[in-house]
């Protein structure tokens, strides 16, 4: 396993050197989590990014940014960041300007997390027909490259917390190549085994695997 973590460390290593060396902007990578209008709670679990950053940094070569930038599909810095990450409890809604942009987002590189936080599952469906209306999300394989890079999840996702009695879920929508854009996670609750131990007093044996499973997330998102 320390072997995997070298290599997929190294290559985004040298990348970065490569980009720094030609004067461009700073090689840290930086998650952004994504303001969304509707009444939502899309800043909820604070903790949860720097403390994923945190452990990326301290089991590979990643070198990722503690703090997350918040954003605005709007905004002209969105494609800056190469992964977006949207979470909360429902009520999420886009203005189809909103929905075109983060189209345009994804279709040219950029990768969207959604963990599904209870409640969000609605409206985020409703969302994905104004960005895709002819894609369709489909549950992953176990097999699939994120959930074994560079930790293994034989059975799939973690499942972290538990609402509806239902197995955990992983689901994407792809581009043309066969690129993962939107990677969802549904009845998981993963970004919450990233917070701080007392905000949720998950046992540790669940964090280590929900901060392994946002490890491969990232990690599968620079990579491709």
Known sequence: MTNRLITYGAILFSFWNYIQAQGFASPDVVIARVKYRGGG????????????????????????????????????????YPILFLTGHGQLSFNDT????????????????????????????????????????????????????????ENGLPKIHEHDNKPAQGFGIFDDQQRLMIFYTY????????????MYNDPPEKREASLKMGTNIILWALIH
């Open 41 to 80: 709670d899309w800043y909820n679990d604070p903790s949860a990014i720097p403390n994923l950053a945190r452990f990326i940094k301290q089991n590979t070569l990643i070198n990722i940014n503690d703090q997350e930038a918040q954003i605005e599909l709007m905004d002209e810095s969105l494609f800056a």
């Open 98 to 153: 909103e929905a075109e942009r983060l189209r345009c987002y994804l279709l040219r590189g950029g990768f969207l997390y959604v963990d599904d936080d209870y409640g969000l599952d609605k409206d985020f469906r409703r969302a994905l027909k104004q960005i895709f209306p002819n894609r369709e999300l489909v549950e992953l394989p176990f097999s699939h490259d994120i959930y074994r890079t560079p930790f293994r999840f």
């Open 187 to 198: 009845e998981c609750n993963l970004s919450d085994g990233w917070t701080d131990p007392q």
